[in-house]
């Protein structure tokens, strides 16, 4: 990247927990940021829905179900979110082989994590970038609802398939000892079942389980999670069935998941559902550096395909590639009230 002008603006398309903290930080420091995301909510996987009506409805997280932590640089956000009553711990292990170690929920429920985060920024939902141009030391991000934003920086933090295709539609040049990197980076896809019911479930405390049974990987009851007023829960379908059952109807995908998970839930309890298909749910192979910063473009790319998955490897790389923003743009480290 050319430091000799002085930048003083990023945008930043996707608003997962990654983006979100990378615009945090760098409003801390002064620079101007604008969030892009296609959804209609801010946080990405950090989700949660609202099933049923006003006097019956379920509330349930229903991508990432929980995280921990590992990693010091993580731990300051997290110690935040505690002392502000954000998240709570919701237990220690889930099996008898878990090892002994805090798994934090959100308290009201994971997405307000995201929304926490989002609070005081520049934030455009339901809007898809379509492609991008750099001209004159200026980004140029165009959308499908006819929306331009510019920007000195842009950091892109979507998973690596699409941000690689959004490139591509721009021809944006790619280095080869990149693009290499970034083609390798691939995804488990994720079926998801949420299933409102009318009576509790046999889910044993504290409320979450790794069944074996297939096509099952996990089940969570959010009644038990303390974020829903009604029984509701959260099915997960292991790698194999999601890739075999991805363009299947939602009702055979409910009938064969609800059908695997009949031991705890009792007949006839299930009086709503929905589905929702995560294609790049759990990073399966990593770029092997906590982002990537493009040598002759203000281009950053971040996110949970970078180093390492999960909840605590998008937060690692944001603190990372938000460091080497804040760097790269020359700003000082005075905080903006």
């Known amino acids: 990247m050319n430091q000799n002008q002085k930048k003083t603006s990023c945008l930043i398309v996707g608003g997962g927990i990654s983006g979100l903290i990378i615009a945090k930080t760098l409003k801390k420091q002064g620079i101007k940021t604008i969030v892009l995301d296609k959804g209609r909510g801010i946080g990405g996987r950090l989700a949660t829905r609202k099933i049923g009506n006003a006097d019956q409805y379920g509330v349930f997280d229903y991508g990432a179900q929980y995280f921990s932590v590992k990693d010091p640089k993580f731990q300051v956000w997290v110690d935040e979110w505690l002392a502000a009553g954000i998240i709570t711990e919701w237990c220690r292990g889930f099996r008898q082989t878990d090892s002994n170690y805090p798994r934090y929920r959100g308290v009201i429920s994971n997405r307000a994590i995201a929304k926490d985060l989002a609070q005081d920024l520049d934030i455009h939902t339901?809007?898809?970038?379509?492609?991008?141009?750099?001209?004159?030391?200026?980004?140029?991000?165009?959308?499908?609802?006819?929306?331009?934003?510019?920007?000195?920086?842009?950091?892109?933090?979507?998973?690596?398939?699409?941000?690689?295709?959004?490139?591509a539609n721009s021809a944006i040049a790619i280095p080869d000892s990149i693009q290499i990197k970034l083609q390798q980076v691939s995804y488990y896809p994720c079926i998801a079942l949420l299933a409102l019911l009318n009576q509790p479930s046999s889910i044993p405390a504290p409320g979450g389980i790794f069944p074996e049974q297939e096509p099952l990987a996990w089940i969570a009851d959010n009644q038990q999670k303390q974020i829903s007023p009604e029984p509701a829960l959260t099915l997960h379908g292991n790698t194999s069935f999601s890739e075999n059952y991805w363009d299947a109807d939602n009702q055979a995908i409910a009938k064969t998941m609800l059908s695997a998970a009949k031991t705890w839930i009792k007949p006839d309890s299930v009086i709503d559902y929905q589905v929702h298909r995560w294609r790049y749910s759990l990073v399966k192979t990593t770029y092997p550096e906590p982002f990537c910063a493009f040598p002759n473009l203000p281009l950053v790319l971040a996110g949970d395909g970078f180093v390492a998955p999960k909840i605590e490897g998008a937060a690692l790389s944001a603190i990372a590639a938000a460091e080497y923003i804040g760097s790269y743009l020359n700003v000082s480290e005075r905080t903006i009230d």
């Not at 809007?127 to 934003?149: C, H, S």
């Not at 842009?154 to 941000?163: E, F, G, M, R």
Request: glycine share 2%.
């Open 126 to 167: 339901s809007t898809r970038v379509n492609k991008i141009t750099y001209q004159d030391q200026k980004w140029l991000v165009a959308t499908e609802q006819d929306q331009e934003f510019t920007g000195d920086l842009l950091v892109i933090t979507a998973p690596v398939p699409q941000t690689l295709e959004l490139l």
